[in-house]
């Protein structure tokens, strides 16, 4: 059974800094490409980053130089490091696993940048 669990998110001041944790389990992880994306209400999901199965990464544009994608293959796990958050960063964020034309989506968590 595939699962994709995250984590890390919630509420945090413009400026600060959240790490997202997305815990996967029932693939072969490790060639998956893996990504996060996000949607903010009334908006369509994005994508935010994503890494290849080797040293590949590719980021948005609105988040590059802010934000860092990583994974951990010994333990399944990918992450996304966001500093210097803006109110613009809001949104329910998603962990994606995508290989062989199949996707994998966790249930999402909330991060919210406010004062």
């Known amino acids: 059974q595939v699962q994709l669990v995250e984590s890390g998110g919630g509420l945090v001041q413009p400026g600060g800094s959240l790490r997202l944790s997305c815990a996967a389990s029932g693939f072969m992880f490790s060639i998956y490409r893996m990504g996060w994306y996000r949607q903010a209400p009334e908006k369509q999901r994005e994508l935010v980053a994503i890494s290849s199965g080797g040293s590949i990464t590719n980021y948005a544009d609105s988040v590059k130089g802010r934000f860092t994608i990583s994974r951990d293959n010994a333990k399944n796990m990918v992450y996304l490091q966001m500093n210097g958050l803006k109110p613009e960063d809001t949104a329910v964020y998603y962990c994606?696993?995508?290989?062989?034309?199949?996707?994998?989506w966790g249930q999402g968590t909330q991060v919210t940048v406010s004062s």
């Open positions: 994606n696993a995508a290989q062989f034309g199949i996707d994998y």
